[in-house]
């Protein structure tokens, strides 16, 4: 279980709460499921760690859509978890402040020691996880991960952006990330997209007990993706889209975007090529993000260091 | 060129009509009928006046399937002549609107050809959906647009189940042709797909020119697939899904679904097998918005359908 030896390693707090949350965005089943399904059979403690399974969005799951009012996901700034509930207020935003009085409160004390939530999305990204700011306890997870997943391509990406205007719901919790998994369409459950999830899901809890149980983990390398800029579609005067995705570009999330390469095919068949810097491309024609007006972000590869941890002892 | 014994005297097809947005996130019908509304060089023809038309404009303002009930299921003749006006759910009020506009239907002023123009999250690449086996019209169209497609595929789905069959948009039309083209994810426009599209539009249309300019197609023969059985998840007491489409048959539209095969997978990772009695072709494999229909696929068998030569009358 620890194939190291002790070695110099930074001693941090035992990770002992756990919380899975799904359905953030009510139409991306396979956290919908794979909360359910955690509801129903997994203990809620298995060793050290306790487990909390949580349908963070209940009323868009019901109505199968990404959000009632407003994207609950953009909802956990400290601003808006402290911001006044009125009886016009969108629904997300009070469901916001509950999330957060019972994972968080969000930079206190009482805070769950891991927030995991999970997303799908309709862009070709396969199994991702997304961070705010560097922690080594995300990127031992992640390391940890894609040892124990080595036919699956898992990849990371970090939006550097301060946790306080950290505005979706992992930032609840002490340490957190998103998994998010595709492609698959909005409403549709996929038994691949699950399983793959589920797995990961089920290596954290084993990471979690090692950790807890006093194993070392070596430090080392990641390699990420650190989101740069977005690109939107482009549009005629009414904002109405007038090309699509090329079909170049469709599907190749994570392949290096260089200038003159294509990015979009117009309805009357001219191609629109990239510029400027070259950039890796990722959430490539994701269904949500029409409405933000984005056709896919854009980002640098980073590397991330990390020193070995282990559990500190009382 | 020698005139065929049985060619059937068919009337020209004067008016037509390409529906895009009868579920208001399907992007290929909303994005192709905003186009041609724009400009309609495309589709003009001689002899046809080819109106796009948005069939469901709040469905697709708010980018879902439907406000309060599905406009493709609600063109029932208990629906088209309720009374009620504005107490009627909208898609009913629409339905009777576009009757009124294209139809009615079963009468002589009804629109000859509705093209409706659909996306699903299956894999089921193009498919031209037929609701009568008798529709000598479009089993001639449909055998000219597969011909033209090839070797790029282009399946016939037929409809003609008595108790799956429902009333479409598209039936208040004399020749009513359905447009399925997958996989693409409820409100996602792909390239490759909205190309597709419009690809089958461009022959489906040259096809009517030639009709309409007095081309007699000889009799011909049309593979198609009939819809047999619609299949639901396996459910609890409760009515939640308890399994998953199994990743065997995930995207394995139009392949052979053999008894014994894999067909779901329980969450956790069980296998149920096919239990039915012969070969059957699922389609509709997966469907977003047939979760709610009760449906993970339908079973369908195949068919060879038989055209007689028609003619402009």
Redo the contacts between chains.
């Keep these: 279980m620890c194939p190291f030896q002790k070695m110099e390693c930074v001693s941090l707090p035992p990770l002992s709460t756990f919380a899975v949350c799904g359905g953030t965005h009510g139409n991306e089943m396979t956290g919908v499921?794979a909360v359910?399904?955690m509801e129903k059979?997994t203990a809620k403690k298995k060793g050290s760690v306790s487990i909390t399974a949580v349908l963070a969005n209940p009323r868009a799951v019901d109505a199968?859509?990404r959000y009632t009012d407003t994207d609950l996901n953009r909802c956990f700034t400290d601003a808006l978890l402290s911001s006044p509930i009125t009886d016009s207020s969108p629904y997300e935003l009070s469901r916001a402040q509950e999330l957060n009085t019972q994972l968080g409160p969000k930079g206190s004390e009482k805070a769950v020691d891991l927030l995991v939530d999970l997303h799908n999305t309709?862009a070709n990204m396969g199994l991702c996880l997304i961070f705010y700011s560097v922690d080594w306890i995300t990127l031992h997870i992640y390391k940890y991960i894609q040892s124990k997943m080595p036919s699956m391509p898992v990849k990371a990406i970090q939006l550097d952006i301060p946790i306080s205007d950290a505005y979706s719901l992992e930032s609840v919790g002490k340490h957190g990330f998103a998994i998010e998994a595709g492609?698959?369409?909005?409403?549709?459950?996929?038994?691949?997209i699950?399983?793959m999830v589920?797995e990961a899901v089920d290596h954290t809890i084993a990471w979690l007990e090692e950790f807890n149980s006093g194993c070392t983990f070596e430090g080392g390398e990641v390699e990420a993706y650190t989101f740069i800029r977005s690109v939107d579609y482009p549009r005629d005067q009414a904002g109405?889209?007038t090309a699509?995705?090329?079909?170049k570009l469709?599907d190749n999330d994570f392949q290096l975007l260089r200038p003159g390469d294509p990015i979009f095919?117009t309805?009357s068949g001219e191609t629109v090529k990239h510029e400027g810097e070259e950039l890796y491309p990722f959430f490539v024609?994701e269904?949500?993000y029409?409405?933000k007006k984005i056709a896919f972000h854009l980002a640098r590869k980073t590397t991330f260091t990390f020193p070995s941890i282990c559990v500190a002892k009382d | 060129m020698s005139s065929y014994h049985n060619s059937a005297r068919l009337s020209q097809a004067r008016k037509v009509a390409i529906f895009g947005g009868t579920h208001g996130n399907e992007m290929s019908g909303v994005?192709l009928v905003?186009?041609w509304t724009k400009n309609g060089a495309e589709i003009q023809r001689r002899g046809v006046e080819t109106k796009p038309f948005v069939a469901n404009p709040k469905a697709v303002e708010k980018?879902?399937r439907y406000v309060d009930t599905d406009l493709n299921r609600a063109f029932t003749p208990e629906n088209l002549s309720a009374p009620g006006g504005d107490d009627l759910p909208y898609e009913v009020q629409r339905a009777q609107e576009i009757n009124r506009m294209f139809g009615p239907k079963g009468s002589p002023e009804a629109y000859d050809v509705i093209f409706d123009l659909h996306n699903t999250?299956s894999n089921m690449g193009c498919t031209l959906i037929l609701e009568s086996s008798k529709d000598h019209f479009n089993l001639q169209m449909m055998n000219y647009i597969k011909k033209a497609m090839a070797p790029a595929s282009c399946l016939v789905l037929l409809n003609e189940h008595p108790l799956l069959k429902y009333s479409t948009s598209r039936s208040v039309a004399k020749h009513p042709v359905g447009l399925e083209v997958g996989?693409?994810?409820?409100?996602?426009?792909?390239?490759?797909i909205?190309e597709a599209m419009r690809v089958i539009l461009k022959h489906a249309l040259d096809f009517i020119e030639l009709f309409n300019e007095g081309m007699e197609f000889p009799p011909c023969t049309v593979e198609a697939f009939r819809v047999s059985e619609r299949i639901d998840y396996p459910r609890d007491t409760n009515g939640?899904?308890i399994a998953?489409?199994?990743?065997n048959l995930?995207d394995c539209d139009w392949e052979p679904l053999n008894p014994g095969d894999p067909m779901f997978?329980t969450?956790?990772?069980k296998t149920i097998h096919y239990q039915g009695s012969g070969t059957v072709y699922p389609t509709f494999i997966?469907e977003?918005?047939y979760?709610?229909k009760q449906q993970a696929f339908v079973t369908t068998r195949r068919e060879t359908l038989v055209a007689s030569a028609i003619r402009k009358a």
């Design positions: 499921y359910r399904e059979h199968c859509r309709t492609p698959q369409p909005g409403g549709v459950l996929r038994a691949d699950f399983n589920k109405e889209l699509a995705i090329h079909p469709q095919l309805f024609n269904c949500a029409y409405e | 994005a905003n186009l980018c879902c999250t996989p693409q994810p409820q409100g996602v426009l792909r390239s490759n909205f939640n899904i998953m489409v199994h990743p995930q997978q969450f956790d990772g997966n977003a918005a979760y709610e």
